[in-house]
């Protein structure tokens, strides 16, 4: 863990524990995993980077919007914290290549299938094709997790932080290969068929009840 990457994860996770009263559920998945995982998210804030790679013991990659690198200060931040830079309208498949690579050299990734921040905390089903096409190529696991109350505690259009309790809930490794190695159906399906499964894993995590 490089040294801005450890002081942007110490930060996150006292503003996790003092500011949002952060709990993870189920994190047995995070802590047990190794070699490439594609950590794939809802997305609700700006804080769900920083939120969910504090939960995680090694350092993660993840997008932000291209814009962020163009000042100096915050692109030598950003760079050195793992974040890589994508155009949200029009995404680069460079940056996929690059992100395909980085799992078959058995780094994490943390990518949020619909492609921006949601208004009000509720996901959008239809999930953006690139990550079926990452999954297909690197050939490696989806670890689905859903990130709750971020959208109170930093909303998309406002600029100021609100206590509020922020919760992570993490689901259950899943394996691609049946549907990777389907020679049956076509590319642009797979990847459609692999980006909704995703979805659907994701929007099944909820809260557990006694919390």
């Not at 919007?65 to 793992?82: A, E, I």
């Amino acid at each position: 863990m490089g040294f801005w990457y450890r002081i942007g994860h110490t930060i996150a996770k006292l503003l996790g524990k003092f500011m949002f009263s952060y709990r993870v559920y189920n994190r047995g998945p995070l802590d047990a995993m190794e070699g490439g995982t594609i950590i794939a998210s809802n997305h609700v804030s700006f804080l769900d980077p920083p939120l969910i790679g504090s939960a995680i013991k090694q350092p993660i990659y993840y997008f932000a919007r291209k814009t962020l690198f163009d000042h100096p200060v915050s692109g030598y931040l950003f760079t050195r914290c793992n974040a890589l830079p994508v155009n949200q309208d029009k995404p680069e498949i460079s940056v996929l290549k690059q992100v395909i690579q980085l799992l078959k050299e058995e780094e994490q990734v943390l990518i949020f299938p619909e492609g921006e921040r949601s208004w009000d905390g509720v996901m959008n089903m239809e999930a953006q094709p690139g990550i079926g096409m990452i999954v297909s190529k690197a050939r490696k696991p989806v670890l689905p997790i859903r990130i709750f109350g971020a959208e109170k505690a930093l909303p998309r259009g406002g600029g100021k932080l609100h206590r509020h309790p922020v919760q992570l809930v993490v689901g259950e490794p899943i394996d691609f290969d049946d549907l990777v190695n389907d020679k049956s159906i076509g590319a642009k399906e797979k990847y459609a068929l692999i980006s909704s499964r995703i979805m659907e894993a994701i929007a099944a995590l909820e809260v557990p009840e006694e919390a």
